[in-house]
């Protein structure tokens, strides 16, 4: 049999324990720097060290910030602060200045709760100012502290002259001017940006001063100061008004009521979330012109937005619609959804979170779920009470936002007129949704009854249809189009959805689509990964428009649920993780909070069924904290990808698949 083993040929790459590289220190930012920043130019890595000083500030130290663009293309913020400690650290034995800037995941904004040095944070993975450093040909470091003044260069992330300390006020021949003006305490970082990591080495001027007038807007008594050496052009940015003054001076037409301001903080006797968190915001209702919408987290700007901007809407829509309901206001026939209050709202919002879950290194969309319900239960109860103090304005709004639902319902008419009159009779296990607005309608098909009876009672009704599936959809690969039908579950499926089966080159009459959704929604195990399979497969082969379109996703419910105990200010939680990668960094974080070794509890979910109404509502459901895939062509074109599925799918092909599994069986996690 040795004999028949396959051997590699003398010009293969040897594969042994020689050919594993481990990457240390900043390497794995150099080598792939786009995993940890913007590489497009290098605002953000600047905006890591503002947002360290913006934090020191937030914590209630400092009232300055001062960002300078000198000449030989370096960039320097120094603010007042209390200066990065300079002592050696306790375990590493190195200068705890130097850690912060060398080390990935070495920061003050994990140690949260009671004691720590900062509560409420931008900065949370640790990698910030390290992946500045990674990336600047040159970096200077001066910290002024407890008398004393600190000094550190690095090149490349590597220190280059190592610490030098000085009493303050002593001359030291490295910096200009004269020294006695030295600051209490502070720290002031200077980079030079590596132009080989980035497309282009300018920063964009627009951005930045936007980024650094946000920065004053959030934290009213603040200086922020921006100076070019070239132009000896100085800005200055200082707002006393906060959130009004600033959404005042950018909104592009007159609110149509006076602007709605307020914010709420928990308290210490707070029942569901720590002292301190909590929103401010300032809402300007408009009929025209472009909204204005902007949204921080402990001060980091989320261009994408995330749950906090969710937790707004809701608070918002169920405010006026309270209202609403209260005065009488609804003309019959009209419904009312969040989108129609939020459509004409601009909009500046400042969250804090304790302990933020972002999207992405870069921070520009909030994850975390409770976040949803941590804004809008102080924006509801503002606004209800401001609305009912105002009647008249309150009718206004709310005359605003039944105009905005009467014109999505008219439009919706017109494409329910187009549908003609022989319309299948829907199955009759589908538990359809309200409304008829592609928008905002959505469907999913669910795998088994129970999970279907768990998804009746979690949808909301309004836009969400439900269609339970009974075991395993057929195979339609090799199936031909006019027999598709003789299956129960296909023939359903495509008269709850309203299109017919079609072919790739086909020209299918997409005016009767009854979803702008079609979700597939399986258990996170090997069976629901099947029938995920087969229902891609049907809508690949049987419905390729849908996909083109943009029409079908895959839900992506949970696997774990961790019951985390109270830890300092957070009260205890429920977490929920999509694998075993989720579940060991949730871990991992409840360890860095200082929870004890298994004090948690692990719940596995063998399937939907065994979910209540609420978790699935909350886990897989609810718009604001599910995770939703939209289905696309990947790499591989069309034709590449029917070759790909035909070997997996088509029945003559056993030989094929097994070739497959042998090439690429042990890349394959399989949970069983």
Not at 156 to 169: F, M, N, S, T, Y
Not at 481 to 490: C, K, Q, V
């Amino acid at each position: 049999m040795a004999d028949k083993l396959p051997t590699a040929s003398s010009a293969s790459p040897v594969y042994s324990e020689g050919s594993i590289r481990v990457l240390k220190g900043l390497e794995p930012v150099k080598q792939r720097p786009g995993m940890y920043t913007r590489t497009d130019n290098p605002l953000h890595i600047i905006q890591e060290v503002l947002d360290n000083s913006a934090d020191e500030a937030l914590a209630g130290y400092g009232r300055k910030i001062k960002v300078t663009l000198h000449t030989d293309h370096s960039v320097s913020v120094e603010d007042d602060g209390r200066g990065i400690p300079f002592g050696l650290h306790p375990e590493e034995k190195a200068p705890v200045v130097e850690l912060v800037f060398t080390r990935l995941h070495a920061g003050g904004k994990f140690d949260k709760g009671k004691g720590g040095a900062y509560s409420f944070s931008g900065g949370l993975h640790g990698v910030g100012v390290s992946v500045t450093n990674a990336l600047s040909r040159r970096l200077e470091v001066t910290s002024y502290r407890e008398g004393q003044v600190a000094r550190l260069v690095f090149s490349g992330g590597d220190v280059i002259e190592p610490l030098q300390l000085r009493k303050a006020g002593e001359a030291d021949a490295n910096e200009a001017g004269d020294s006695p003006r030295d600051r209490k305490s502070g720290t002031t970082v200077r980079a030079w940006p590596d132009a080989k990591y980035f497309e282009s080495a300018a920063l964009p001027m627009a951005e930045l001063t936007h980024l650094l007038r946000s920065k004053a807007v959030l934290m009213p008594g603040v200086t922020v100061t921006l100076t070019v050496e070239k132009t000896k052009e100085t800005q200055t940015w200082a707002y006393k008004g906060g959130l009004r003054d600033y959404l005042m001076q950018t909104l592009t037409a007159d609110p149509v009521i006076p602007m709605f301001e307020g914010e709420g903080f928990a308290d210490a006797s707070h029942d569901s979330f720590a002292e301190g968190e909590g929103a401010s915001w300032c809402v300007a209702f408009t009929e025209d012109g472009q909204p204005v919408r902007e949204s921080y987290v402990n001060l980091i700007p989320t261009s994408a937005g995330g749950t906090h901007e969710s937790g707004l809407r809701d608070g918002l829509f169920n405010a006026v619609k309270s209202f609403i309901e209260l005065h009488s206001l609804l003309p019959k026939g009209v419904k009312l959804l969040p989108e129609d209050v939020f459509a004409r709202a601009s909009y500046v919002l400042s969250a804090k979170v304790l302990d933020p879950q972002f999207q992405g290194q870069i921070k520009e969309r909030l994850n975390s779920r409770d976040a949803v319900r941590l804004v809008s239960s102080f924006v509801r109860p503002t606004l209800e009470l401001w609305l009912n103090q105002h009647v008249d304005y309150g009718k206004k709004l709310a005359e605003l936002a039944i105009k905005a639902a009467q014109t999505r319902q008219k439009a919706g008419q017109k494409v329910e007129k187009r549908k003609g009159s022989g319309v299948a009779v829907l199955p009759g296990k589908l538990t359809d949704c309200e409304s008829r607005d592609l928008a905002n309608n959505e469907v999913f098909l669910v795998e088994g009854d129970s999970a279907g009876g768990s998804a009746k009672m979690g949808r909301d009704k309004e836009s969400q249809a439900i269609l339970p599936l009974r075991g395993k959809v057929l195979n339609t690969w090799e199936v031909d189009r006019d027999r598709l039908f003789a299956n129960t579950e296909i023939h359903d499926i495509a008269v709850a959805i309203g299109v017919d089966p079609h072919g790739p080159n086909d020209t299918p009459d997409l005016s009767g689509l009854r979803y702008g959704k079609v979700c597939i929604l399986s258990d996170a195990d090997v069976d629901g990964s099947h029938i995920q399979v087969l229902l891609l497969t049907l809508f690949f082969r049987h419905f390729p428009k849908l996909i083109e379109a943009g029409n079908v996703y895959v839900a992506r419910p949970p696997l774990f649920r961790v019951d985390a105990p109270a830890r300092g200010k957070k009260p205890a939680s429920k977490v929920y993780a999509l694998d075993e990668g989720e579940l060991t960094a949730i871990l991992d974080k409840l360890r860095k909070d200082g929870v004890r070794e298994n004090a948690w509890g692990i719940s596995r979910f063998k399937g939907l069924g065994e979910m209540s109404a609420e978790q699935l509502w909350e886990t897989t459901l609810n718009p604001d904290t599910r995770r939703l895939l939209p289905v696309q062509l990947g790499n591989l074109d069309f034709l590449q990808t029917e070759s790909l599925i035909t070997k997996l799918m088509g029945k003559g092909e056993a030989a094929a698949r097994r070739e497959l599994m042998e090439l690429h069986g042990d890349a394959v996690e399989i949970d069983i």
